[in-house]
């Protein structure tokens, strides 16, 4: 496709749910990388890959949060046991090279936890 | 489209001198500033933010200049220190967020 997509872009699910969110990189992009968001503030890094390794989850609040890029192309992230507190936008980006190439994010999708 | 990039691609200061690394953005909408820092193998770190209607903000050793008339933002790191070297990302929200090529910044013993 022509940018990153994301997929559901809203999701409503009760506390307890788990939860699987995807992201579809920009084809060929090397890198991919997850973000959460608050509302009005700019995207908190929470893990990213490079091709399909993982290189730095330092940023995932806990280890209900997950995410693979088995391929090295498509991403899922996964929150098991989702509480209140996980409700948030959720962003996915890519970028072609490594590190410190242009970034391009996806829409985001909007988790609510009730 | 948007676009928010570097001037420069590498920096190299002496340890102790200040730090300025700068960035243009092209989406005249875009309200919200943010400075990251990646270190080598590591994911995008938070430095400091700006909103639009403010034109400057301190932080701890730093402090984001934004320059709306030229669409310029700049970082500025005071007495720079070894663990400073890193890349440094501007992104801008604008309808989207785009993170433009990092610069990465050298510290010089």
């Known amino acids: 496709g022509a940018g990153v997509s994301q997929s559901p872009r809203y999701k409503v699910t009760k506390r307890g749910q788990d939860v699987a969110l995807r992201c579809d990189p920009i084809?060929?992009?090397?890198?991919l990388y997850w973000y959460r968001q608050a509302l009005g503030q700019g995207p908190e890094f929470l893990t990213y890959f490079n091709y399909e390794a993982q290189q730095d989850k330092s940023g995932l609040p806990n280890d209900r949060f997950s995410a693979e890029r088995p391929e090295g192309s498509i991403s899922t992230l996964t929150i098991q046991r989702t509480e209140q507190r996980d409700s948030a936008m959720y962003r996915c980006a890519s970028s072609y090279g490594l590190d410190t190439d242009t970034q391009y994010f996806g829409p985001g999708t909007r988790l609510t936890v009730l | 489209g948007e676009s928010v990039g570097l001037h420069l691609p590498t920096l190299s200061v002496q340890e102790g001198d200040n730090s300025i690394i700068n960035c243009a953005y092209s989406n005249s909408a875009s309200d919200y500033f943010i400075w990251y820092k990646q270190e080598s193998g590591k994911g995008p770190q938070f430095i400091i933010d700006i909103r639009s209607n403010m034109d400057k903000r301190q932080g701890q050793r730093v402090t984001v200049l934004l320059n709306k008339t030229v669409k310029h933002l700049s970082l500025q790191i005071a007495a720079t220190q070894p663990g400073d070297s890193a890349v440094y990302f501007c992104?801008?929200?604008?309808?989207?967020?785009?993170f433009g090529p990092g610069t990465r910044l050298s510290v010089l013993p």
């Open positions: 992104a801008g929200e604008g309808q989207n967020f785009v």
């Open positions: 084809s060929g992009h090397v890198s």
